[in-house]
């Protein structure tokens, strides 16, 4: 089944440690998106890519870093994990043509105490 | 740039009603899409329902349907028959023509009384 998926779902780390999102999709899409968003709050763009090899950076500026090696895969890295990265993070995919739409996966929520 | 607002940050109603919510977005562009996703209390946004700007009927799915007005530059989301599953943040978003990413508004959080 088309889907896409994102590991882990809940994450607990101290500070100072690196980590990786993941994410993942089986739909053949050529954009995906990372987004960051605080409990309840409005979506922040962190992350996207057209395609294998092509990044670039969103609205809000982010540690973070992202790498694009296969179309289903767009894992998102933090070098060095620090208490004001604690926050939900979404990851996105959508086709290249209209609609638009974008899919989004179940989020990871990240705690760096 | 595009910008897109909803001017009600919080919502509440009782169950079975109807009950609309805002969205204003600002362009210049005349070919663009809309949408209104939902993410419910700790789980997976999902898109509720989508309108093209070139087409003049509003988009219709099951109880939810929209009103949207060109010329205004408004897209409001009316639930009908309203279910306590429908409450969530509901988020607007605006995409113009080939552009690469969504434009989303700051969300309305919608409760559903019993």
């Known amino acids: 089944e088309a889907d896409i998926y994102q590991t882990p779902r809940y994450l607990v780390i101290g500070t100072g440690k690196k980590i990786t999102l993941e994410c993942s999709q089986t739909?053949?899409?050529?954009?995906m998106y990372w987004y960051q968003q605080d409990p309840g709050m409005e979506l922040h763009l962190i992350h996207y890519?057209?395609?294998?090899?092509?990044?670039e950076k969103g609205d809000l500026s982010s540690e973070s870093t992202v790498s694009r090696i296969r179309t289903e895969h767009f894992p998102l890295t933090l070098e060095s994990a620090r208490p004001s990265h604690t926050s939900q993070y979404l990851c996105?995919?959508?086709?290249?043509?209209?609609?638009?739409?974008?899919?989004f996966g179940p989020g990871t929520r990240l705690t760096v105490t | 740039a595009q910008t897109v607002t909803q001017s009600q940050p919080e919502m509440s109603v009782q169950e079975a009603e109807t009950v609309t919510l805002s969205c204003t977005y600002d362009?210049?562009?005349?070919?663009?899409?809309l949408f209104w996703y939902k993410q419910p209390p700790s789980r997976q946004m999902i898109l509720v329902i989508r309108?093209?700007?070139?087409?003049?009927q509003n988009a219709t799915e099951n109880r939810f349907s929209v009103n949207f007005q060109k010329a205004a530059k408004s897209f409001s989301l009316k639930i009908s028959d309203s279910q306590l599953g429908d409450t969530a943040m509901y988020f607007c978003?605006?995409?113009?023509?080939?552009?690469?990413?969504?434009?989303f508004g700051q969300g309305t959080r919608l409760t559903i009384n019993p």
């Open positions: 978003a605006f995409m113009r023509e080939g552009a690469q990413k969504l434009v």
């Open positions: 362009t210049s562009e005349n070919n663009y899409y």
């Open positions: 309108q093209e700007a070139y087409k003049q």
């Open positions: 739909m053949g899409h050529d954009k």
């Open positions: 890519s057209y395609g294998v090899n092509s990044t």
């Open positions: 996105a995919s959508s086709e290249s043509r209209p609609p638009y739409e974008q899919y």
